[in-house]
């Protein structure tokens, strides 16, 4: 794998790396009961990089079909409102 994911939208809003899109520098997708991005977080402060230009930097979901050595190789990734990664798919 050469490139890594694009986090193409984020709708949790109510994430401390949210600002009108994931400002995180990467996040990794992993979570028990559904697959999730592990680093959302609640907090009274916004972080993160000045642009919304976030990536993939580790799934954690093996069971995934986009899974390829622990990296995502989607061509781009949707976050729901509730963390869920919305282009998590079981194989």
């Known amino acids: 794998m050469s490139t890594v994911t694009a986090v193409t939208s984020c709708a949790t809003t109510s994430c401390a790396y949210n600002d009108s899109g994931c400002t995180a520098f990467a996040v990794t997708i992993g ?19 000045p642009t919304a230009d976030s990536q993939v930097g580790a799934c ?17 990734i949707e ?11 079981a194989r």
């Open 31 to 49: 979570g028990s009961a559904q697959a999730s991005c592990t680093t959302f977080i609640t907090l009274d402060a916004r972080g993160g990089l």
């Open 60 to 76: 954690q979901r093996l069971e995934c079909v986009h899974n390829k050595d622990l990296m995502c190789s989607a061509e781009g």
């Open 79 to 89: 976050v729901s409102d509730t963390a869920t990664c919305l282009t998590y798919e």
